[in-house]
């Protein structure tokens, strides 16, 4: 009985050191940290308890082996670099000598271009003279033109001062037939004009047709002048007044006729303000004195003058458009 009574105990006994055992393993665990400071302590403690043990030969040995190692692959590395360097040096040079060579062609081309220019610019220089020379001959050529035509506007209106053209004077039906115009002459200025004479003439002849296909004007050419004046005097006193197909002037060039067509306008203002104005061939004359308009009449499709002084610093031309 006894012996199952201390059993017994026993027994109740276990379970206590189990529940110890359940007791402390629920310790909580420590920390890293703590661990890691725990260790650090004993290394302390060790070090401080451990007498300092010097280097021997063998760890310099070993320690300056390891450093010229080092120094020896950094000094490769600097190397590979270096190649590197070397290579890139290579390819820019070659690069600048492809440079250099472009350079000396733009150069050379400019260069080139330099001296085209300086041609040409001598040539233009040139050419600017011989257009200026062109220039200047040909306004002299064209001065001298135009003198020559009024030398012959001039020759042809001392050629014509002796005729006269009638006007209206009936024309056959067939310009074919051949007609005594001077015959017919003379009857119109005995019967129009009252002139009895038989007044002697170089020719009588008829003009071109007209546009308008009327009677084709008498153009002529007396051997007097004052037979002439005495035919112009009396058809301005017999046409003055009345209306008639007939019509009798003076025959001018075209460029005479131009000029006095200019002039008439002036002419009408001056004799309505009082003035004595009248026309001798291509001359203006107010009071006795020559009338030079400001700009001269031109002659047909003839441009002014280059560099032409001012009337009233031009000697009186023979003509006003000279």
């Given amino acids: 009985m006894g012996s199952k009574k201390g059993k017994g105990k026993v027994q109740k006994k276990v379970p206590n050191e189990k529940k110890r055992k359940r007791s402390s393993s629920k310790t909580p665990p420590q920390s890293k940290t703590t661990k890691m400071d725990a260790n650090v302590n004993k290394v302390q403690s060790v070090n401080r308890n451990t007498p300092y043990t010097p280097y021997t030969p063998v760890a310099d040995h070993l320690s300056t082996s390891h450093n010229i190692l080092y120094d ?30 472009n350079v000396t062609d733009m150069r050379q081309q400019i260069n080139n271009h330099n001296t085209s220019i300086q041609e040409s610019s001598i040539r233009s220089s040139v050419i600017e003279q011989n257009v200026d020379f062109i220039k200047r001959e040909n306004d002299k050529l064209q ?8 030398r012959i506007v001039d020759i042809q209106t001392r050629s014509m001062r002796d005729n006269l053209i009638f006007r209206g004077i009936p024309d056959v039906s067939d310009t074919k037939q051949p007609e005594n115009t001077e015959e017919k002459l003379q009857t119109f200025l005995t019967n129009e004009l009252g002139i009895e004479n038989n007044i002697p003439f170089h020719v009588v002849h008829r003009l071109k047709p007209r546009r308008d296909r009327g009677p084709r004007g008498i153009v002529a050419k007396f051997e007097k002048r004052k037979d002439r004046e005495m035919v112009m005097a009396a058809a301005r006193e017999k046409f003055k007044e009345r209306d008639t197909q007939f019509r009798v002037h003076e025959q001018f060039p075209a460029e005479v006729i131009q000029r006095r067509r200019e002039l008439v306008p002036i002419m009408k203002d001056a004799r309505q303000k009082g003035h004595v104005a009248h026309l001798r061939d291509d001359k203006l004359f107010i009071d006795n004195k020559r009338f030079f308009p400001h700009p001269p009449p031109q002659m047909p499709h003839r441009p002014p003058f280059q560099n032409q002084r001012p009337m009233e610093q031009r000697p009186p031309p023979p003509f006003p458009g000279a």
């Fill in 72 to 101: 020896c692959s950094q000094k490769l590395q600097k190397l590979d670099i270096l190649d590197e360097i070397v290579v890139k040096m290579n390819a820019m040079e070659q690069r600048f000598e492809h440079l250099d060579r």
């Fill in 143 to 150: 001065n001298e033109n135009y003198e020559l035509r009024d």
